[in-house]
T-cell receptor, first 113, second 112 residues
Framework: NAGVTQTPKFQVLKTGQSMTLQCAQD?????MSWYRQDPGMGLRLIHY???????DQGEVPNGYNVSRSTTEDFPLRLLSAAPSQTSVYFC????????????FGPGTRLLVL | DQQVKQNSPSLSVQEGRISILNCDYT??????FLWYKKYPAEGPTFLIS?????DKNEDGRFTVFLNKSAKHLSLHIVPSQPGDSAVYFC???????????FGPGTRLSVLP
């Protein structure tokens, strides 16, 4: 099993550009989520999904969009990048929602100029 | 205001000695607590957990203690090894919000 994979590893964007961060898991997990990690802030939840076709907002959803058309994939879209979105983004999955241990991808480092 | 605090941003310990990492929380709806370990350029990996019905859970060199009345938990690593050098996140589960809330992390350095 590859576990949770994320692409790209690193990306530079200009303010106003859009892009999609890819996340895939091959463990048949129902629950998937996106976090951002900023210095001194820990990991903050952006969006999550409890199953295909179901998504919901986390703590910091503004400026991001998600969809979940399959169990395996959970892409995160930046609609119009801003310097405040410079961060490291982690995708995670777990067997189901409700406090199950999450498995994290290696992260995407995003720099918005 | 942060619901989860890890008041030591960094900690240095000599190899073979005990490492103690602390975590304080404010939300009484937290009932399950995880610790994650993170190496540079990698995602966090699960280390150990504890349920609110327990006050101690042990797994090899790692022990987590929970004091619910004080809303405090700690992770003990004995003996510490250089490979334990990483950032450690405390992550309680919010039953009401149905999601984990991560602390800011403590960077542990174990010196040979």
């Amino acid at each position: 099993n590859a576990g949770v994979t994320q692409t790209p590893k690193f990306q530079v964007l200009k303010t106003g550009q859009s892009m999609t961060l890819q996340c895939a898991q091959d463990m048949n997990h129902e629950y998937m989520s996106w976090y951002r990690q900023d210095p001194g802030m820990g990991l903050r939840l952006i969006h999550y999904s409890v199953g295909a076709g179901i998504t919901d907002q986390g703590e910091v959803p503004n400026g991001y969009n998600v969809s979940r058309s399959t169990t395996e994939d959970f892409p995160l879209r930046l609609l119009s990048a801003a310097p405040s979105q410079t961060s490291v983004y982690f995708c995670a999955s777990s067997y189901k929602a409700g406090g199950e241990t999450q498995y994290f991808g290696p992260g995407t480092r995003l720099l918005v100029l | 205001d942060q619901q989860v605090k890890q008041n030591s941003p960094s900690l240095s310990v000599q190899e073979g000695r005990i490492s103690i990492l602390n975590c304080d929380y404010t939300n009484s709806m937290f009932d399950y607590f995880l610790w994650y370990k993170k190496y540079p350029a990698e995602g966090p990996t699960f280390l150990i957990s504890i349920s609110s019905i327990k006050d101690k859970n042990e797994d090899g060199r790692f022990t987590v203690f929970l004091n619910k009345s004080a809303k405090h938990l700690s992770l003990h690593i004995v003996p510490s090894q250089p490979g334990d050098s990483a950032v450690y996140f405390c992550a309680p589960y919010d039953v009401y919000g149905q999601n984990f809330v991560f602390g800011p992390g403590t960077r542990l350095s174990v010196l040979p």
